[in-house]
């Protein structure tokens, strides 16, 4: 039995601790299953960054960042227990480290400070630092919500 330890699981400035132990799967699976959904998550972020106009702010990183907290946490909570690990390797690591712009939002905040927009820096920090944890509480209580209905 191979053991990974993945501690820091990136999803939008939220920290899963998880230890994922690999039964099913050789580490070249591991590998190719994170570049896989690696590659998708960096094609739906691409997606999102020409779809939302953030010409004047950055808007499409808050929107993946919302998005992807909220949507994390809701399969994380809601079927984790039931997954086999590959999937997890995929989607948390893989598709969801991709698509999450943690690193991109950091940068943006940076250069609107160094800018002089120290409001919309202010802004941009609170938006996804602060509501994207929204994000991933709502996702949770609608996990929470499916399980008793």
């Not at 106009?53 to 808007?59: D, E, K, Y």
């Not at 939002?105 to 002089?116: I, K, N, Q």
């Not at 927009?117 to 709502?138: C, M, P, S």
Request: proline content about 1%; charged content about 10%.
């Amino acid at each position: 039995m191979k053991h990974l330890d993945l501690m820091r699981i990136f999803t939008n400035g939220l920290i899963l601790r998880h230890h994922v132990k690999f039964m099913d799967a050789s580490m070249t699976e591991a590998i190719l299953l994170v570049a896989a959904g690696g590659a998708i998550g960096a094609v739906l972020r691409f997606g999102m960054g020409q779809a939302v106009n953030s010409n004047q702010f950055p808007w499409s990183t808050f929107a993946v960042n919302i998005l992807g907290a909220f949507l994390v946490a809701f399969i994380f909570f809601s079927f984790s227990n039931e997954m086999p690990d590959t999937v997890r390797l995929f989607l948390f690591v893989g598709l969801f480290g991709a698509f999450t712009t943690m690193s991109t939002f950091t940068l943006e905040t940076t250069s609107l400070f160094f800018d002089g927009r120290i409001w919309d820096a202010g802004l941009n920090f609170v938006l996804n630092a602060g509501v994207t944890v929204l994000g991933a509480v709502g996702g949770r209580y609608l996990a929470l919500l499916c399980t008793v209905l």
